[in-house]
């Protein structure tokens, strides 16, 4: 019980340290490019309280590294290195570029945009709830959150640094940035620090607090018939719990992930994805993360996935199972933001596409869903929603459900009602 309330004190401290360097926090202009104003630390930026229906405290007291331990000072610096333009080669990009807190720490696109407006091969994924994560980025190419600080930091495309001490240098002439390190880790601005001070901030960013949570905790009118209908939906015909869940008998209330990696059939029929396999062999082999995540961002490299990782032919274009929370928010969906709405992520699990795949996980079936129930399942997925967003999300709601009256390019009833045709086999070494 000490330890516990010992948590929540500081997680109610580093929220006010953050709210106070909030005013200092630097937000360059994009102007003379594209790209739209770095977003601003607001509200929703703030680090999370602990106290939110359905988080798991003891869960999340043991997903912070022993090395690398959460101080409110340190996660003040993190969150002001998070929203600072000067980390990218030319001032125009943070890591809030693609991780808008108003959106739910995503950025609302298909694929990212970064700097000089290049647009990359994936989908950004939430940062909400990121510390549970067993593996980051979609291919699961590193493992810990100060790895995936540094990688958007150096890629070309992204924040555009040469190198990582390129970006350290650009911050070690400023002297709030002097003082915030010295102050934090008693040493001049470094690479090792930069990494553990976003990573901290980010371990902040958790998001509970939905009607579904509610629900779960005893609150049987939390969610409406629909929903619940949905819930039952989502573990037996729609057999969405053999990948959002840690098993089909076990649930993960945290993030509805396996955390693994499936392919689900999404963009490998335009892609000769065995000529780009043999092509990364060698790249893959060579053990350089910063070759793989530049191939991953930035070429057609990007469709093979966990294979980027791995080097295995079965994890040809699988990539991680998503958290669903605030799915709403994190539109478009899949890792190449392909499927604009959960009616179109619903119609491609329902016909089972990817039917010339022959790397297709072996789950992806014809579901044989009807109109009635895949509306059931969204409203389930809808009720995954933090208060904090919502309004917001209701709103998306609304839209989504209009777009998908009059245009489901996904949908195809006769496949989702009939059998699953026979796959090609994988090809021969």
């Known amino acids: 019980m000490q330890n516990r309330t010992k948590t929540l004190a500081w997680w109610i401290k580093a929220a006010f340290v953050g709210l106070f360097i909030a005013s200092s926090t630097v937000n360059l202009s994009s102007q003379g490019t594209n790209l739209p104003p770095i977003p601003k630390p607001g509200p929703l930026a703030e680090p999370r309280s602990l106290q939110q229906v359905g988080l798991p405290v003891d869960q999340t007291r043991a997903a912070i590294p022993p090395?690398?331990?959460?101080?409110?000072?340190?996660?003040?610096?993190?969150?002001?290195?998070?929203?600072?333009?000067?980390?990218?080669?030319?001032?125009?990009?943070?890591?809030?570029?693609?991780?808008?807190?108003?959106?739910?720490?995503?950025?609302?696109?298909?694929?990212?945009?970064?700097?000089?407006?290049?647009?990359?091969?994936?989908?950004?994924?939430?940062?909400?709830?990121?510390?549970?994560?067993?593996?980051?980025?979609?291919?699961?190419?590193?493992?810990?959150?100060?790895?995936?600080?540094?990688?958007?930091?150096?890629?070309?495309?992204?924040?555009?640094?040469?190198?990582?001490?390129?970006?350290?240098?650009?911050?070690?002439?400023?002297?709030?940035?002097?003082?915030?390190?010295?102050?934090?880790?008693?040493?001049?601005?470094?690479?090792?620090?930069?990494?553990?001070?976003?990573?901290?901030?980010?371990?902040?960013?958790?998001?509970?607090?939905?009607?579904f949570d509610r629900f779960i905790a005893g609150d049987g009118n939390a969610i409406d018939d629909s929903?619940?209908?949905?819930?039952?939906?989502?573990?037996?015909?729609?057999?969405?719990?053999?990948?959002?869940?840690?098993?089909?008998?076990?649930?993960?209330?945290?993030?509805?992930?396996?955390?693994?990696?499936?392919?689900?059939?999404?963009?490998?029929?335009?892609?000769?994805?065995?000529?780009?396999?043999?092509?990364?062999?060698?790249?893959?082999?060579?053990?350089?993360?910063?070759?793989?995540?530049?191939?991953?961002?930035?070429?057609?490299?990007?469709?093979?996935?966990?294979?980027?990782?791995?080097?295995?032919?079965?994890?040809?274009?699988?990539?991680?199972?998503?958290?669903?929370?605030?799915?709403l928010m994190t539109a478009p969906y899949f890792h190449d933001g392909s499927q604009e709405t959960l009616w179109d992520t619903m119609d491609h699990y329902n016909k089972g596409d990817g039917v010339q795949n022959p790397f297709l996980d072996e789950d992806i079936q014809p579901l044989a869903l009807t109109e009635s129930d895949i509306n059931d399942l969204v409203a389930f997925l809808a009720s995954l929603t933090s208060d904090d967003y919502k309004e917001p999300a209701a709103r998306e709601l609304t839209r989504q459900r209009t777009v998908a009256k009059t245009n489901r390019p996904q949908r195809d009833t006769k496949r989702a009602f009939g059998p699953k045709p026979r796959q090609p086999p994988p090809p021969g070494p």
């Open 227 to 327: 929903a619940k209908r949905g819930w039952k939906l989502f573990n037996g015909q729609a057999a969405c719990n053999k990948c959002h869940a840690l098993s089909t008998n076990q649930p993960n209330l945290t993030s509805f992930t396996d955390n693994d990696f499936h392919n689900i059939g999404v963009g490998i029929i335009r892609h000769h994805v065995v000529p780009l396999a043999r092509q990364a062999e060698q790249l893959v082999n060579s053990g350089n993360s910063a070759a793989i995540d530049r191939a991953a961002i930035q070429t057609e490299m990007s469709v093979l996935g966990r294979f980027l990782v791995t080097n295995k032919q079965p994890d040809i274009a699988s990539f991680k199972t998503p958290d669903l929370r605030n799915l």
């Open 67 to 211: 090395d690398n331990p959460q101080t409110p000072e340190k996660v003040a610096l993190g969150k002001k290195l998070f929203f600072d333009g000067r980390l990218s080669a030319d001032g125009t990009v943070a890591c809030a570029t693609c991780h808008d807190p108003a959106r739910a720490f995503t950025d609302g696109k298909p694929v990212s945009i970064g700097i000089h407006s290049q647009a990359g091969q994936r989908n950004s994924p939430t940062v909400l709830n990121a510390l549970y994560n067993k593996t980051q980025f979609w291919d699961g190419r590193v493992t810990t959150l100060e790895e995936q600080a540094e990688l958007p930091i150096i890629n070309p495309i992204e924040m555009g640094q040469t190198n990582i001490d390129a970006a350290v240098a650009q911050i070690q002439t400023i002297r709030e940035y002097q003082d915030a390190f010295h102050s934090v880790f008693g040493r001049p601005p470094n690479v090792a620090d930069l990494r553990r001070a976003i990573a901290s901030y980010e371990r902040t960013l958790l998001s509970f607090n939905s009607p």
